[in-house]
Nanobody, 126 residues
Framework: VQLQASGGGSVQSGGSLRLSCAASGFTFADYAIGWFRQAPGKEREGVSC????????YYSDSVKGRFTISRDNAKNTVYLQMNGLKPEDTAVYYC????????????????????WGTGTQVTVSS
């Protein structure tokens, strides 16, 4: 199983980025994907997740209304469109996969993700 996050970069406050999580080695369409982030000196935080279809999604309060998660099962890829970026969004962003039940639990700090990808750095300057 491999998960590769990409699309990070440096932007100014108010800017946008689109992260991608490319997956391989498992039946992608059967599993949820979660996005997490970790800033220096802080605990990992659940940001957003999407179920096996495009219908079920979750957003943390800190990103609701600014970030949009989507998936393309034909491309084995999940996207995180991040608009209205703020300096407090600065972190390394990771994607991970598990069942929906485990993923939604992980959004609030429970362990349970089966596989983690590499991270991509997002830096937002004021």
């Amino acid at each position: 199983v491999q998960l590769q996050a990409s699309g990070g970069g440096s932007v100014q406050s108010g800017g946008s980025l689109r992260l991608s999580c490319a997956a391989s080695g498992f039946t992608f369409a059967d599993y949820a994907i979660g996005w997490f982030r970790q800033a220096p000196g802080k605990e990992r935080e659940g940001v957003s997740c999407i179920g096996s279809s495009d219908v079920t999604t979750y957003y943390s309060d800190s990103v609701k209304g600014r970030f949009t998660i989507s998936r393309d099962n034909a491309k084995n890829t999940v996207y995180l469109q991040m608009n209205g970026l703020k300096p407090e969004d600065t972190a390394v962003y990771y994607c991970a996969t598990a069942t929906w039940e485990a993923t939604i639990g992980a959004m609030t700090g429970r362990d349970g993700m089966d596989y983690w990808g590499t991270g991509t750095q997002v830096t937002v300057s004021s």
